[in-house]
């Protein structure tokens, strides 16, 4: 069997279906099924039940064993390298969230990179909640953006505190009211957001959510805030990005609602069983000693 094709069985397991399988490999669900199927086809016996979710027969069960210890010995084998090669030489998987990406990336890969010619990063700039399915899966080691409320199975190195404000542009048809923190008018706006949990994984009536008319889920950092500012609904944004944005003379703060400011940790993580290469471990040294840098 193919590496690849015991990471698909493995990712229809472990998201529960074939459609989440395909979107975290980035392959057409038509892809999966026939890779397992192939699969099938050449042990002459089914891998899995197709059930909701899905679940291993016990000869899927026995390939998905394997594939989990291959993955583990992969891992060593990396880490091995590395330490054989010393921690200056080799490359970085480092997983960024936008807003991470546009305010420090090119200064402290610059730096690093000067003081490391001979590493190289692998970089993924992806919205934070997504971030933490990157390293979580381990397509990155290192994920670099805010912290979420649940991240107790990651080692996290906090560098500073993000100020996240609800933001409306001045030409909102109901800014006035918006301004003046009216619930009913925050009920007509639109959330323009990167990123939100499917609601079947948290079903909680009581959501942010729900306090808005509707959500429009925009990848695009700049085009988030053009549409915000063009008066189409309103925002979550960092201090640090509105003190610089184009737009910000055409942006007002929702001072008056009690959720209008977020306050949340930004550093680097890491999922917590899995040991740091060397070269990940020295990124997370010279980026505490930069950030610290910062607050002197």
């Given at each position: 069997?193919?590496?690849?094709?015991l990471?698909v069985?493995?990712?229809?397991?472990?998201?529960?279906?074939f459609?989440?399988?395909?979107?975290r490999?980035?392959?057409t669900?038509?892809?999966?099924?026939?890779?397992?199927?192939r699969?099938?086809r050449?042990v002459g016996?089914a891998?899995?039940?197709?059930?909701?979710?899905?679940?291993?027969t016990?000869?899927?069960?026995?390939v998905?064993?394997?594939?989990?210890?291959?993955?583990?010995?992969?891992?060593h084998?990396?880490?091995d390298?590395?330490?054989?090669?010393g921690?200056?030489t080799?490359r970085?998987r480092?997983?960024?969230s936008?807003m991470?990406?546009?305010l420090?990336?090119?200064?402290?890969?610059?730096?690093f990179a000067?003081?490391h010619?001979?590493v190289?990063?692998?970089?993924?700039?992806?919205?934070?909640?997504e971030?933490?399915?990157?390293?979580?899966?381990?397509?990155?080691?290192?994920?670099?953006?805010?912290?979420q409320?649940?991240?107790?199975?990651?080692?996290?190195?906090?560098f500073?505190q993000?100020?996240?404000?609800?933001?409306?542009?001045?030409?909102h048809?109901a800014?006035q009211?918006?301004?003046a923190?009216?619930?009913s008018?925050?009920?007509?706006?639109?959330?323009?957001t990167s990123?939100?949990?499917p609601?079947?994984n948290?079903?909680?009536?009581?959501r942010?959510r729900?306090?808005?008319?509707g959500?429009?889920q925009i990848?695009?950092?700049?085009l988030?805030?053009?549409?915000i500012?063009?008066?189409?609904?309103v925002?979550?944004?960092?201090?640090?990005?509105l003190r610089?944005?184009?737009?910000?003379?055409d942006?007002?703060?929702?001072?008056?609602?009690?959720?209008?400011?977020?306050v949340?940790?930004?550093g680097?993580?890491?999922?917590?069983?899995?040991p740091?290469?060397?070269l990940a471990?020295?990124f997370?040294e010279?980026?505490?000693?930069e950030?610290?840098?910062?607050?002197?």
């Amino acid at each position: 069997m193919e590496i690849h094709e015991l990471e698909v069985l493995t990712a229809v397991i472990e998201t529960g279906g074939f459609g989440k399988a395909a979107k975290r490999l980035g392959l057409t669900q038509s892809a999966v099924s026939q890779t397992i199927a192939r699969m099938e086809r050449r042990v002459g016996t089914a891998l899995l039940v197709r059930s909701s979710p899905p679940q291993p027969t016990p000869a899927g069960q026995r390939v998905l064993d394997f594939a989990h210890a291959l993955f583990d010995e992969m891992q060593h084998l990396e880490r091995d390298l590395a330490d054989i090669q010393g921690p200056s030489t080799g490359r970085i998987r480092l997983g960024a969230s936008q807003m991470v990406t546009e305010l420090h990336l090119e200064r402290l890969t610059t730096r690093f990179a000067k003081k490391h010619p001979r590493v190289s990063f692998d970089l993924a700039t992806v919205p934070s909640r997504e971030l933490v399915i990157l390293v979580r899966d381990e397509r990155v080691e290192l994920g670099f953006g805010p912290f979420q409320q649940q991240m107790r199975d990651f080692e996290c190195v906090p560098f500073y505190q993000q100020h996240m404000r609800l933001v409306s542009g001045k030409k909102h048809a109901a800014f006035q009211g918006l301004r003046a923190g009216d619930e009913s008018a925050l009920k007509r706006a639109v959330l323009i957001t990167s990123y939100l949990d499917p609601v079947e994984n948290r079903p909680n009536r009581h959501r942010l959510r729900y306090r808005f008319g509707g959500v429009w889920q925009i990848a695009n950092l700049d085009l988030r805030v053009r549409l915000i500012a063009r008066g189409l609904g309103v925002g979550y944004l960092p201090d640090q990005w509105l003190r610089k944005h184009a737009c910000r003379k055409d942006l007002a703060a929702l001072t008056r609602f009690e959720h209008g400011d977020i306050v949340r940790d930004v550093g680097l993580y890491h999922h917590a069983t899995r040991p740091l290469t060397p070269l990940a471990r020295l990124f997370v040294e010279f980026c505490r000693e930069e950030f610290s840098k910062q607050g002197r």
